[in-house]
């Protein structure tokens, strides 16, 4: 059976594309930033609709078989708690709006594990009447690709549903996702951060040692410097990431193209959910169907 999905705060859709990819169909699709919805039509479809979520009734909406929501993490991350900006928010209030009312037979929520930290948020997500409930936490995106990037997953179903946790792989090393001819910038923040002049030193991943990548950022376009990878053929012998090489650390086949300049799409990358963590909860949901 085709199994219909509605996609919520889809961005550029590395979720939705692994989601597709595990065989499920991607019906419609929402949206706020506009640049990430042209990314997304220029990828996955015309089914996304760019708009504000807060604004949508649920009953207009196509109806589907399951829900997925990854509302943006920023204020759930610890990193938050840097710039006194950890405080939640209420977009989790819509994903339970959508749920409560159109009460599809399963939905995936993805986040970051600081979420946690917030219990009307995850009594609101994992309480659902009517519905067996699994957290997954942190699931670990080095298990399949060379970035340090930890993520919680919260999986719904109505029928009792023994989801399967992701199963260790042999991961995709630094070495294997660098380009042979990187297309970077280097800005003079490189030179200053590995003389010292900055409060941080950069973080230097080398593929020889089999270093990963830390997590991908949005703003890295902003701030190269603070994440480099060691390159012989550079000044200093590092530099920063590739747009392609951003894209592949989140799983991304080469054919998902960016129609945005640079700085949109290191962003749209690095808001997104990892390709092979949309995967195995959509394989697991194809499973709880084959089994229904």
């Not at 708009?51 to 990854?70: A, N, P, Y």
């Not at 994440?227 to 012989?232: A, G, P, S």
């Not at 590092?238 to 991304?252: F, I, K």
């Not at 945005?260 to 963590?277: H, S």
Request: aromatic share 10%; net charge negative.
């Amino acid at each position: 059976m085709e199994i219909l999905i509605n996609s919520y705060f889809a961005g550029a859709g590395l979720m939705d594309i692994g989601l597709q990819d595990a065989g499920l169909t991607i019906q419609q699709a929402f949206e706020l930033d506009e640049a990430a919805c042209k990314t997304y039509r220029h990828n996955i479809g015309d089914h996304i609709k760019h708009c504000d979520i807060t604004e949508q009734l649920v009953l207009e909406q196509d109806k589907c078989h399951g829900m997925v929501f990854t509302y943006p993490c920023t204020k759930y991350s610890t990193i938050g708690d840097i710039h006194g900006v950890r405080t939640g928010d209420d977009l989790f209030l819509h994903a339970l709006r959508n749920l409560a009312i159109a009460r599809p037979e399963f939905y995936i929520v993805e986040n970051v594990p600081g979420m946690k930290a917030f219990p009307i948020v995850m009594e609101a997500m994992t309480k659902m009447p009517d519905y067996h409930i699994k957290m997954f936490c942190p699931v670990q995106t080095e298990t399949w690709l060379p970035q340090r990037r930890d993520r919680l997953i919260i999986i719904g179903t109505e029928r009792e549903f023994k989801v399967r946790p992701p199963e260790n792989t042999r991961p995709i090393t630094l070495a294997e996702i660098l380009e042979e001819e990187p297309k970077v910038t280097l800005p003079s923040a490189i030179k200053a951060r590995m003389n010292g002049e900055y409060r941080d030193l950069p973080i230097i991943s080398d593929p020889n040692k089999g270093d990963i990548a830390p997590t991908c950022m949005a703003h890295y376009a902003k701030d190269k410097s603070t994440r480099l990878v060691w390159d012989e053929r550079f000044p200093m012998n590092v530099r920063p990431y590739s747009v392609r090489e951003w894209a592949r650390l989140q799983g991304l086949e080469d054919s998902f193209e960016f129609p945005v300049c640079d700085t949109e799409a290191y962003k749209q990358i690095g808001n997104g959910v990892p390709r092979y963590i949309a995967l195995w909860a959509g394989r697991e949901i194809v499973r709880y169907y084959k089994q229904g």
